[in-house]
């Protein structure tokens, strides 16, 4: 109970905080720089502020529709800048708790690992909902924006939708040829919400070495950033190569961070342990350091 109670005043003093709404808004925003289509007569890559501007493409092509934009966008800017926006409402409040001596009460009363434990789920927390809520808002703006299923003629739906069964699980697919889009578009939030999870853990890691709160955001940010270009770069190779490495080809798709925004899609088992023996060794690595401080004040 204890663990429980010390959980919930770090989340609720990381959500109620100015940060957690700023990241929110900042996920909200970035949402709408998604590529959701291409332009017929000019081959361009349309965003979704380009793509209100072609009212008349929308209308004509079943791709523009709600579900659609909500669910099959490429966040480009929300995944480059995850790393920040999920450990921005979290991990600035532990530095302060650290540099103020806060850390030694708590610690009297809580104990090392409990007192590790709560801020592990507490970051990990804060850094889910920070993804989700954005998510979940630009889902409500894309119904708004954009027309629903049912405003294309019959055909193009039925095509639609027998196209869309292939991008999910079995028993969501079926519901999906159904016309019953409210498990899809529950399993994308939950894809968002474990990318936020565990891409708030490295910035908490960097928490235990150094209570530099710009060194503790960025860091993250710029690992993630070095292994996503490395990672295109490995993979235009071996496409180059014919395919000459296929066991390290599927490695690297699924060892990308944006692999977790499709975890629950396709190769969930291999993506799930993969991304989940990463965190896991991060939080070992937090808990270990912040058990062995002999000063329990920092």
């Given at each position: 109970m204890k663990l429980l109670r010390s959980i919930g005043v770090n989340l609720r003093r990381a959500v109620c905080s100015a940060g957690f709404l700023c990241c929110v808004l900042a996920v909200f925003v970035m949402c709408f720089a998604n590529v959701i289509g291409t332009d017929p007569t000019t081959l361009d890559r349309l965003t979704i502020p380009a793509a209100l501007m072609r009212p008349e493409l929308i209308r004509q092509d079943v791709h523009?529709?709600?579900?659609?934009?909500?669910?099959?966008?490429?966040?480009?800017?929300?995944?480059?800048?995850?790393?920040?926006?999920?450990?921005?409402?979290?991990?600035?409040?532990?530095?302060?708790?650290?540099?103020?001596?806060?850390?030694?009460?708590?610690?009297?009363?809580?104990?090392?690992?409990?007192?590790?434990?709560?801020?592990?789920?507490?970051a990990a927390l804060t850094g889910g909902l920070t993804m989700l809520c954005g998510f979940a808002l630009f889902g409500i703006a894309a119904a708004v924006l954009f027309p629903s299923l049912q405003s294309y003629d019959s055909a193009s739906v039925s095509a639609f939708l027998e196209e869309q069964g292939w991008r999910y699980p079995q028993g969501i697919a079926a519901g999906i040829r159904a016309g019953h889009f409210a498990p899809a578009i529950l399993l994308?939030?939950?894809?968002?919400?474990?990318?936020?999870?565990?891409?708030?853990?490295?910035?908490?890691?960097?928490a235990a070495f150094t209570l530099n709160k710009y060194t503790v955001l960025c860091l993250p940010f710029f690992a993630a950033y070095s292994w996503t270009q490395l990672n295109a770069r490995l993979t235009a190779k071996i496409a180059f190569s014919g395919g000459e490495y296929p066991k390290f080809g599927q490695f690297l798709s699924r060892s990308t961070p944006n692999a977790l925004l499709t975890a629950l899609e396709r190769d969930t088992a291999q993506i799930l342990l993969l991304h989940g023996g990463f965190a896991l060794l991060l939080i070992l690595i937090f808990t270990v350091l912040m058990q062995r401080r002999r000063d329990c004040g920092a």
């Amino acid at each position: 109970m204890k663990l429980l109670r010390s959980i919930g005043v770090n989340l609720r003093r990381a959500v109620c905080s100015a940060g957690f709404l700023c990241c929110v808004l900042a996920v909200f925003v970035m949402c709408f720089a998604n590529v959701i289509g291409t332009d017929p007569t000019t081959l361009d890559r349309l965003t979704i502020p380009a793509a209100l501007m072609r009212p008349e493409l929308i209308r004509q092509d079943v791709h523009y529709c709600a579900f659609q934009v909500f669910t099959a966008g490429s966040p480009v800017w929300v995944t480059m800048f995850t790393p920040v926006l999920a450990a921005f409402a979290y991990v600035p409040l532990l530095c302060d708790e650290r540099r103020s001596q806060l850390g030694r009460l708590l610690i009297a009363r809580q104990g090392k690992l409990r007192y590790a434990l709560s801020h592990v789920c507490g970051a990990a927390l804060t850094g889910g909902l920070t993804m989700l809520c954005g998510f979940a808002l630009f889902g409500i703006a894309a119904a708004v924006l954009f027309p629903s299923l049912q405003s294309y003629d019959s055909a193009s739906v039925s095509a639609f939708l027998e196209e869309q069964g292939w991008r999910y699980p079995q028993g969501i697919a079926a519901g999906i040829r159904a016309g019953h889009f409210a498990p899809a578009i529950l399993l994308k939030c939950a894809e968002m919400f474990l990318y936020g999870v565990i891409s708030a853990l490295p910035a908490l890691l960097c928490a235990a070495f150094t209570l530099n709160k710009y060194t503790v955001l960025c860091l993250p940010f710029f690992a993630a950033y070095s292994w996503t270009q490395l990672n295109a770069r490995l993979t235009a190779k071996i496409a180059f190569s014919g395919g000459e490495y296929p066991k390290f080809g599927q490695f690297l798709s699924r060892s990308t961070p944006n692999a977790l925004l499709t975890a629950l899609e396709r190769d969930t088992a291999q993506i799930l342990l993969l991304h989940g023996g990463f965190a896991l060794l991060l939080i070992l690595i937090f808990t270990v350091l912040m058990q062995r401080r002999r000063d329990c004040g920092a």
